[in-house]
């Protein structure tokens, strides 16, 4: 089975530092591009941040300058950096592989929360 598991969420004043983490397991890890999401109520998920498996990124421009993306393969883990934190950053934070390698299948983690706000 392969499963996501995100940590990392929490309150945090504008202008703070949240790191998130997601640990996959079941799959070959190092072969697969890895993606953040994020949703709030009543608005489709969005894309955030994607690395490849060549440790190549990209963000959403909203949060360019702001948010890093990054992977440890040893530790089958991706993270998000996330400073200088705004209250519309707020928002359900999901891990996601686009398209697993061994299976074909797209998995997504159940999510963090992440609330900004003063």
């Known amino acids: 089975q392969v499963q996501l598991v995100e940590s990392g969420g929490g309150l945090v004043q504008p202008g703070g530092s949240l790191r998130l983490a997601c640990v996959v397991s079941?799959?070959?890890?190092?072969?697969?591009?890895m993606r953040w999401y994020r949703q709030t109520p009543g608005k489709q998920r969005d894309l955030v941040a994607t690395?490849?498996?060549?440790?190549?990124?990209d963000y959403v421009d909203s949060v360019k300058g702001r948010f890093a993306i990054s992977r440890d393969n040893a530790r089958n883990t991706v993270y998000l950096q996330m400073d200088n934190l705004r209250p519309e950053d707020t928002a359900v934070y999901y891990c996601?592989?686009?398209?697993?390698?061994?299976?074909?299948?797209?998995?997504w983690g159940q999510g963090t929360q992440v609330t900004v706000s003063s």
């Open positions: 690395i490849t498996t060549g440790r190549r990124v």
């Open positions: 079941g799959t070959i890890f190092r072969l697969n591009d």
């Open positions: 996601n592989v686009p398209r697993d390698w061994t299976t074909g299948e797209t998995y």
